[in-house]
């Protein structure tokens, strides 16, 4: 993507993804990245370089609706879940200070402390699928073609499956989590996105050691998808700059 059209692309997957906004308003922010990336695959098709984009916009098998939605997906998903997961990361760690140190200090821990934040942080909170054919699970009928909403969050803080789950442990077993979903769809992505927190997160906190919140957690003012009730909903990330501060000699 061309540097000079970055921030517009950024304003426009912001709105994308605020929940406190309109469906319609939210929908207006699709069309505008739609129609910017159908221009932009078009332009790439003819004038093709060495980049994801440019393999997408030669692929003569999808429409170019097909290519421009999976442009998005590639774009958004590739970059807004990792970045809001690094924020509210470092906030978690920032709120549990005494299991800072473990990020900081000992760094072959990072891929443990990672799979932790994952679990206990879920980024992506739900995502909707379609029955293929009649089946019934746990007593419940699902008929072919109606659609289920998979609470990847809930899963995630099951109690039958993880002890204490609304405690951050970066100590407990995290097999079994569902942060980047499960089976045929599971996050293509999710290597990228775990190489960049490893990284990261203990670099971030090697390189300013004193880092601190300058208020307590709660005062943090954050997004929620449900905004009605704070405490049936799940965080999306700071609502804006996190409150925090370092010493002047750890720059």
């Known amino acids: ?39 932009l695959l078009r332009h790439k098709r003819s004038w093709p370089e060495e980049d994801v984009l440019s393999g997408l916009a030669a692929h003569e098998g999808l429409t170019a609706d097909e290519r421009a939605g999976l442009a998005l997906l590639l774009l958004i998903a590739g970059h807004e879940t990792t970045a809001h997961m690094l924020a509210l990361g470092t906030f978690a760690l920032l709120a549990n200070s005494a299991q800072l140190a473990e990020v900081r ?30 089946i019934e699970l746990h007593g419940c009928p699902i008929k072919v073609g109606e659609s289920v909403t998979v609470a990847l969050s809930a899963a995630n803080r099951d109690a039958d499956h993880f002890a204490d789950p609304d405690a951050l442990d970066l100590t407990r077993s995290t097999a079994g989590h569902l942060a980047f979903g499960h089976g045929l769809h599971r ?55 996190v409150p925090a501060a370092v010493q002047p000699d750890s720059w």
């Open 1 to 39: 993507m061309p540097y000079s059209d970055r921030q517009e692309f950024q304003r426009n997957a912001a709105t994308l993804l605020n929940v406190d906004l309109t469906p319609e308003r939210r929908q207006e922010a699709v069309n505008e990245l739609m129609a910017y990336l159908r221009d």
């Open 105 to 134: 200090d000992k760094e072959e821990d990072a891929p443990a402390v990672v799979e932790e934040l994952l679990r206990y942080l879920t980024i992506i909170h739900h995502v909707v699928r379609v029955a293929l054919q009649d």
């Open 187 to 241: 996050c293509l992505g999710q290597r990228l996105a775990r190489a960049e927190m490893r990284i990261a997160l203990p670099a971030l906190l090697r390189r300013f050691p004193a880092l601190r919140l300058t208020v307590a957690p709660e005062e943090v003012p954050m997004r929620f998808w449900n905004a009605a009730s704070r405490r049936a909903a799940h965080a999306y990330g700071p609502s804006r700059a």
